[in-house]
């Protein structure tokens, strides 16, 4: 079964290519850079080492590999619903059909303005829907707060240079579960660090799409774009820890709206 479902993600995205060979592919990935992309607990970074380089390039000899060392949870990654429910699927269980889904975007840049502390609520996803539709089935939807274009400068992007008295904007338990009762989507982006606020020391966010077996994204890279409301598909490819609680995740967007 694993191999037809590799197979069908393989034949989803060549058909995504082709038929959107006009179309904008959008990279909503931050990049890793040695010890430089931060992590969730201070200090501890995504590191290279152990680099080799043999040869000379000039006569056609080069030669170069490296090791690399990082936190699960690091940079823009996928939290697997392991990550806070015991019994939820690890990163190599969940369904490859879950990567390759509709895209929708709920941009609240303008509500949030940067206040650090801002929580999306219910009513944000009813407006959305009032103003685009109802939202499709089987889709991931992106929550752009306006923060990644923090990202890389940790005390602007945490609010704190320490474990503790973090502050960032997240969704409200009763938001997470709003999105969980729908039964419309199988993950959930967030443009910070955390699906739940900064200010949160519980994580009901984290345990409620844990528990019905949703992903979470975090850290996408959302700042300077103009990814449309609805209308475009996104290819989701976490790296594949098999038992991980979570992982490093590159995310494809396809849309056929122009960019600017």
Same mark, same amino acid.
């Given at each position: ?136 089935? *089987?889709? =991931?939807? /992106?929550?752009?707060? %306006?923060? &990644?274009?923090?990202? +890389?400068?940790?005390?602007? $992007? ?25 039964? *419309?989507? =199988?993950? /959930?982006?967030?443009? %910070?660090? &955390?699906?739940?606020? +900064?200010?949160?020391?519980? $994580? ?29 598909? /996104? ?8 038992? +991980? ?16």
């Amino acid at each position: 079964m694993r191999g037809s479902y590799e197979l069908y993600v393989l034949i989803v995205t060549l058909t995504l290519v082709a038929n959107h060979a006009g179309s904008v592919v959008l990279d909503l990935g931050h990049g890793y850079r040695h010890n430089v992309t931060s992590c969730w607990v201070p200090g501890v970074y995504f590191n290279v080492f152990d680099v080799v380089e043999n040869g000379d390039p000039d006569n056609g000899t080069w030669y170069t590999a490296e090791q690399f060392s990082t936190p699960e949870h690091c940079g823009t990654h996928m939290d697997a619903p392991y990550h806070f429910y015991k019994q939820g699927w690890k990163l190599g269980d969940i369904p490859l059909e879950r990567f390759v889904v509709e895209g929708v975007h709920v941009n609240v840049t303008h509500q949030v303005n940067g206040n650090p502390d801002f929580m999306l609520n219910v009513d944000h996803l009813r407006k959305w829907e009032q103003v685009n539709g109802a939202f499709p089935n *089987k889709s =991931v939807v /992106l929550i752009n707060f %306006g923060w &990644s274009d923090k990202f +890389g400068d940790r005390l602007e $992007y945490y609010k704190s240079s320490t474990s503790s008295d973090r502050r960032f904007p997240g969704l409200s338990a009763e938001a997470a579960q709003w999105i969980v009762d729908s039964g *419309k989507f =199988v993950g /959930l982006g967030v443009d %910070g660090p &955390s699906t739940d606020a +900064g200010i949160s020391s519980t $994580y009901p966010v984290h345990k409620i799409l844990s528990k019905a077996n949703m992903y979470s994204l975090e850290n996408v890279a959302l700042n300077g774009t103009s990814l449309p409301a609805r209308g475009f598909k /996104l290819v989701v490819q976490p790296i594949k820890i098999l038992d +991980g609680t979570g992982g490093p995740c590159r995310i494809l967007a396809f849309t056929e709206n122009k960019f600017e």
